[in-house]
């Protein structure tokens, strides 16, 4: 992270349940490997929330006004959680030349609480912020007020807290309902005010139970950029039919379930928000905390196919910082859309979305100021062999930036809605969301979902981070992917009181404790490295995004279900306090197992001719270049409806390939008009389909 500004006051308007701030402002040190050196200083911190549900996001960043200098006190703020504990959460920032504080220790109301405060061991490194959480029970020390010492390299800092009760964070949004409307049914502002309501509709009894629930409020989920046009696929799926109507606040439930049991109306609930599915960690990286990479066999994987720059990987998100070094080579470019020309060119609805879309703030630039996103795209695909910091799971994959949620992370449904949807009109092959819902699953999302099932989309989300055997979504939605989080020692990730969900609805686990990748410059997760380490799901399942990308890579048409029984099939088994999944993530097996290249025929008659076999290498941006010669000019038939295996035609073990790089086999089939049909390029009439690539590695 990045100090705070320290013009900012230090008045708290916090409007969160459970805000836990500890600012430690002074500690002097005389140097932790001899005298001499100047001390570093703790100089300031930043807002942690956290609800009861164990819900974690974080606020702007402040800084309090110093005390006296003899006092060296600072405010903070504690929670009672429902178990009867409380947590402290001491985030700490240090300034001054390089230096390591290994003695730390903490107090609290006179007690040593060190043993209950992670991480283990507690380390303090200058030029970096580290969060302490201490968990103590609260028949001990008191929630409303206490005072601690910090303890570091022979110092002593004293800070102060206090207690303040605020709102829970709520599952949906104030006063908001979406509203599906059946086929020729209006909702629209009323075109007067003596209608008697704000909104009109042609239905008269729907219109007097928006009425009745005082909505005032109408617009459509779906809408066109100024001179665009909704595309026909949206049409299709009757998108121009999702309202978002605003109504009185305390209403919402009720007027949902006499909306929904409406005849016109197909669907009503509430707009609820979808949390981030991660915790903040260190932003202390080194190359060994990809250790991730390593669990899950990845560089063998990448001897096979480091992946293809035609698969897509839409990262649903709080947007992605693209002009990051490690990610600005692997992002989306729209490719049918010309740049800051105001056209709508490829004709889907948004307007110069060269680079994906910000959907929150209506714009065409997705980019992150939160941090969430970011990580999840380095994860996913950030490059490699660049000499910047880390590596991606699908290094050549490219990068889609969709950015969903406000400056605080929290995600609204009518925005998620827009995402999917963009994701599958705009051909993204795989679709990866590292948020959750807690409390209902959205119908709205679920039919995104299935619609982008349908179109042969991949789809992973996170499983969640409350510790729990209960579905969160989209995660648990039947056509996800469902991943739990792991540490490094191939167990659940768990630490008191949150932790990976669990149970039989989990489809398998990745890496997902203290995980370094991308973040901004600045921002709420920031540092001027551009790494940071987080944990959660949400950094579990752009892991298997990356390894899906890998499979599509080598294996293109793989729907969500061949690609979800390859990671089960082939994940590594690991023995967890439950279950979460067939097993941990490997990407090196799921890209070995043998997908026996063969000609189908599926077209209408059976095709004869001379088979050519060969292996062809790839040169760059999707051209092949024959390499080998297996098979020449055999007399072949292939019946209509049926294959032929292209691997038992010749022995792989007499094929001697020594260059480095990325090679497939590849088939064409000249049958007896001198019609030639290729497995790269088949006939529409008469189709074959085949070829598989594979990688030799230096």
Not at 225 to 249: E, M
Not at 416 to 433: P, V
Request: hydrophobic share 35%.
């Amino acid at each position: 992270m990045r100090a705070p500004d320290h013009r900012k006051s230090s008045h708290l308007n916090i409007a969160y349940v459970g805000v836990i701030i500890i600012v430690i402002t002074t500690l002097f040190l005389s140097g932790c490997g001899g005298g001499g050196k100047p001390a570093p200083k703790v100089t300031a911190g930043y807002i942690r929330v956290a609800t009861l549900k164990d819900r974690y996001a974080v606020d702007e960043q402040i800084t309090l006004t110093e005390t006296a200098a003899d006092s060296g006190q600072a405010e903070a703020y504690a929670s009672t959680e429902e178990c009867g504990f409380i947590r402290l959460v001491l985030v700490v920032e240090v300034n001054g030349p390089e230096e390591l504080c290994s003695d730390v220790k903490v107090e609290l109301d006179g007690d040593d609480i060190t043993s209950a405060c992670s991480p283990h061991p507690l380390v303090l490194r200058s030029g970096y912020a580290t969060e302490i959480v201490c968990r103590i029970k609260a028949v001990t020390h008191s929630a409303d007020s206490g005072m601690g010492k910090v303890y570091a390299c022979g110092a002593v800092s004293n800070f102060s807290y206090g207690y303040a009760a605020l709102e829970e964070r709520p599952d949906y949004v104030p006063g908001e309902i979406l509203i599906k409307l059946k086929e020729g049914t209006t909702i629209e502002p009323a075109a007067s005010a003596t209608s008697g309501s704000a909104l009109s509709s042609n239905s008269p009894s729907l219109q007097a139970l928006l009425a009745r629930h005082e909505a005032s409020y109408v617009e459509d989920v779906f809408k066109a950029d100024f001179g665009a046009t909704l595309p026909p696929y949206y049409l299709s799926k009757g998108l121009d039919h999702i309202k978002l109507v605003k109504i009185r606040d305390a209403d919402v439930m009720r007027a949902v379930a006499e909306l929904d049991a409406h005849p016109n109306v197909e669907y009503a609930e509430p707009n609820y928000i979808a949390y981030l599915t991660y915790q903040p960690n260190d932003p202390l990286y080194k190359a060994g905390h990809q250790w991730g990479l390593r669990k899950i066999q990845a560089e063998p994987a990448w001897g096979i196919t480091l992946g293809s720059d035609k698969v897509v990987i839409a990262i649903i998100d709080t947007g992605v910082f693209y002009d990051h070094p490690d990610l600005m080579g692997n992002m989306w470019r729209n490719p049918n859309e010309i740049e800051a020309n105001g056209v709508d060119d490829d004709g889907n609805g948004y307007v110069d979305d060269i680079a994906g879309f910000n959907f929150f703030a209506d714009n065409n630039k997705p980019t992150d100021k939160f941090g969430h996103g970011t990580h999840c795209a380095g994860i996913a695909a950030a490059t490699t062999n660049n000499a910047e910091g880390i590596a991606g799971t699908c290094p050549s994959c490219r990068i889609m930036a969709l950015r969903v949620s406000n400056d605080h992370g929290d995600m609204e449904t009518n925005y998620i809605l827009e995402a999917i949807y963009y994701a599958i009109y705009n051909k993204a092959d795989i679709i990866s969301m590292s948020f959750a819902y807690y409390s209902y699953p959205s119908m709205l999302v679920k039919e995104a979902i299935d619609d982008a099932n349908a179109d042969k989309r991949v789809l992973v989300a996170g499983a969640g981070n409350l510790d729990r055997d209960t579905k969160a979504y989209p995660a648990g939605y039947e056509n996800v992917i469902a991943v739990a989080a792991t540490n490094n020692n191939d167990k659940r990730w768990y630490k008191p009181p949150v932790g990976s969900h669990y149970g039989s609805w989990v489809d398998l686990a990745a890496p997902g404790e203290d995980i370094a990748s991308t973040v901004p410059y600045t921002g709420v997760f920031s540092d001027k490295s551009g790494y940071y380490l987080m944990t959660g799901t949400s950094m579990s399942a752009p892991f298997v995004s990356g390894v899906a990308g890998l499979l599509l890579s080598k294996n293109p048409g793989l729907n969500t279900e061949q690609v979800r029984s390859l990671l089960k099939k082939y994940s590594d088994p690991i023995r967890p306090d439950h279950y979460i999944g067939a097993g941990r993530l490997n990407a090196y097996q799921a890209l070995i197992q043998k997908h026996q290249s063969k000609l189908v025929n599926i077209g209408t008659t059976t095709i004869s001719g001379l088979l050519n076999i060969k292996i062809q290498k790839e040169q760059g941006k999707g051209n092949w270049q024959d390499y080998i010669t297996i098979i020449d000019k055999r007399e072949t038939s292939v019946e209509k409806n049926s294959l032929l295996g292209l691997d038992g035609l010749f022995d792989q073990k007499n094929v001697k390939i020594s260059e480095p790089g990325s090679y497939r086999v590849y088939a064409e089939l000249v049958d007896e008009a001198g019609n030639v049909i290729t497995t790269d390029h088949p006939d529409p009439q008469t189709p074959l389909s085949a070829s598989y690539e594979f990688g030799v590695i230096p």
